[in-house]
T-cell receptor
C-alpha cells in the first residue's frame, strides 16, 4: 500500500520557469491539500480540493495553480517560479475535512 | 482567525524521561490533530483528538475543548521520539487546519 507519494523529492529550478509538483494517493481520499513549510512560518495551506474538479484557495495561493481531474492526483504548478517559492512542499490527504490528515514525504524545491 | 500556541518551544530530555507538550488555542474547534515531524522531515499523524483522551502505546493525548487546550504525553522517551511535534486545529465553520509553531523535542541517549 503506497499511501501518498510526491515527486520529485528534490528539484532545483531557475526564476521564471514553470514547475509542477506531483502528488498521488492510493486511499481514494476525497480531500487533498498542498502545504508549504518555511522556517519562521511553519506549515501554511496553499490550496485544497474536496473532490475531483473542486479546488479552493488556502492561506498563500498566489503564484500557484492546481488541478484535480482524478481523485488520486493533485498536481501543484508554479507558473513562473520566484525565489520566494523556495520551500519544502507537502501534499496531504484525508477522507473528509475533519478526518485524520496524512502527509506525503515532501518535495524540497530550490529556485535560483 | 484561530490562534495556536505550543509550549515549550524546545525540550531536551534524557532517554527514559517523560514529557508533556501543550497546545493552547484561541477559539472553539471541531478538529485537532497532533503530528510528529521526524529528523528526516516526514510528518506523521499521531492523533485526531478534538476532545477527550486517546492512547497509542507510549503516547497519549488529552483535549479539554471547553478550556481550549490539548496535551500530548510521551512516556519512557526514546531517541526515535526526537523531532518536532505540531498541534493543528480547525475552528468551527472554517475549512482550514491551522498549525502551531511546534515543540522541538530532543532525546539524548
Amino acid at each position: 500500500d503506497a499511501g501518498i507519494t510526491q515527486s520529485p523529492r528534490y528539484k532545483i529550478t531557475e526564476t521564471g520557469r514553470q514547475v509542477t509538483l506531483m502528488c498521488h494517493q492510493t486511499w481514494s481520499h476525497s480531500y487533498m491539500f498542498w502545504y508549504r513549510q518555511d522556517l519562521g512560518h511553519g506549515l501554511r495551506l496553499i490550496y485544497y480540493s474536496a473532490a475531483a474538479d473542486i479546488t479552493d484557495k488556502g492561506e498563500v495561493p498566489d503564484g500557484y495553480v492546481v488541478s484535480r481531474s482524478k481523485t488520486e492526483n493533485f498536481p501543484l504548478t508554479l507558473e513562473s517560479a520566484t525565489r520566494s517559492q523556495t520551500s519544502v512542499y507537502f501534499c496531504a490527504s484525508s477522507e473528509s475535512v475533519l478526518a485524520r490528515r496524512y502527509f506525503g514525504p515532501g518535495t524540497r524545491l530550490t529556485v535560483l | 482567525g484561530i490562534q495556536v500556541e505550543q509550549s515549550p518551544p524546545d525540550l531536551i530530555l534524557q532517554e527514559g524521561a517523560n514529557s508533556t507538550l501543550r497546545c493552547n488555542f484561541s477559539d472553539s474547534v471541531n478538529n485537532l490533530q497532533w503530528f510528529h515531524q521526524n529528523p528526516w522531515g516526514q510528518l506523521i499523524n499521531l492523533f485526531y483528538i478534538p476532545s477527550g483522551t486517546k492512547q497509542n502505546g507510549r503516547l497519549s493525548a488529552t483535549t479539554v475543548a471547553t478550556e481550549r487546550y490539548s496535551l500530548l504525553y510521551i512516556s519512557s522517551s526514546q531517541t526515535t521520539d526526537s523531532g518536532v511535534y505540531f498541534c493543528a486545529v480547525e475552528g468551527r465553520g472554517a475549512q482550514k487546519l491551522v498549525f502551531g509553531q511546534g515543540t522541538r523535542l530532543t532525546i539524548n541517549p
